[in-house]
């Protein structure tokens, strides 16, 4: 990853309401391509609604926002916009890995089969293939032997590794990973941050909404600080960490440091 690296996300003044509430307030960001991008911010200030733009799940209501040189659910012909049909969307997003706080596995689903699920009914892919490819994943977050758990069966850590594994199952040019430890027991962090940290390092571009500063100073390349739907602060973790520029940072950062 270097400076001129190109743009695996781009958003210029992207803006979102729900309603009469303006969540995103004019949001400018670039995310390059292999790098390991973190958003932090209070609660409720749009970080999981911007992840949730960014995977087309939701509508932005001004701006542009494009992955990989692409604008997000619209065509651009000329100088006007069209928006693209549900297929084409779905189609898109396939390209885009998501990981939630909450694992949400299919729970009557085995370990293995929530990782072959996607590959074998989205790209009708083989269901020997799927399964092979299913196990070097689940071999690769260390869970090998317990492809033929349920998740009930298995931890929050253990949950949330197979759901790493699911969804690079989909051969992501993007991972988005919404606060992916914070509904973990502390014991359980460490090997789901392992898990990311060795994704980062394949190039992987990840986009990391995390309370883990530790990760965010160790992997992240970028930090952006975000508070009421905009970007307060960004740059190098850090910088951005060790001598925040703003009094909301350093305010948000004294409470979480
Ligand atoms: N579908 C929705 N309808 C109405 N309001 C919404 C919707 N989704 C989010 N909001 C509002 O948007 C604001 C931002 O929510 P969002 O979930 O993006 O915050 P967040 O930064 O991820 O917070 P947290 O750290 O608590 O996860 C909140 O005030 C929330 O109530
Ligand atoms: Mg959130």
Do not use: W
């Not at 693209?84 to 909450?102: C, N, P, T, Y």
């Not at 596995?105 to 990782?115: I, R």
């Not at 990391?208 to 975000?226: C, I, N, P, Q, Y």
């Amino acid at each position: 990853m270097t400076e001129s690296s190109p743009a695996m996300v781009k958003a210029e003044g992207v803006h979102k309401s729900f309603g009469a509430v303006d969540v995103l307030r004019g949001i400018d960001l670039e995310v390059r391509s292999g790098e390991v991008f973190c958003l932090i911010g209070p609660s409720g200030s749009g970080k999981s609604t911007f992840l949730r733009c960014i995977n087309h799940l939701e509508k932005i209501n001004a701006g542009r926002l494009y992955v990989d040189g692409e604008l997000v659910g619209y065509r651009q012909k000329g100088d006007r916009l069209h928006e693209l049909k549900d297929s084409e969307v779905a189609l898109k997003r396939r390209d885009i890995g998501m990981v939630f706080q909450r694992f949400n596995l299919f729970p009557h689903m085995t370990a293995v089969e929530n990782v072959m699920e996607a590959p074998v009914q989205v790209k009708g892919v083989r269901r020997g293939e799927a399964q092979q490819r299913a196990m070097e994943l689940l071999d690769r977050v260390g869970l090998a032997d317990k492809a033929r758990n349920y998740p009930s069966q298995l931890s929050g850590g253990q949950q949330q590794r197979v759901a790493i594994a699911r969804a690079l199952a989909m051969d992501p040019k993007l991972m988005l990973f919404d606060e992916p430890t914070s509904a973990l027991d502390p014991e359980l962090v460490g090997d789901v941050l392992d898990v990311m940290r060795d994704l980062a390092r394949t190039g992987m571009t990840m986009v990391v909404v995390t309370h883990e500063m530790g990760f965010a100073r160790e992997v992240g390349d970028s930090l952006v600080f975000m508070d009421g739907g905009v970007v307060v602060e960004s740059g190098s973790p850090r910088d951005v960490l060790t001598d925040p520029q703003h009094e909301r940072t350093r305010a948000f950062l004294s409470k979480v440091l």
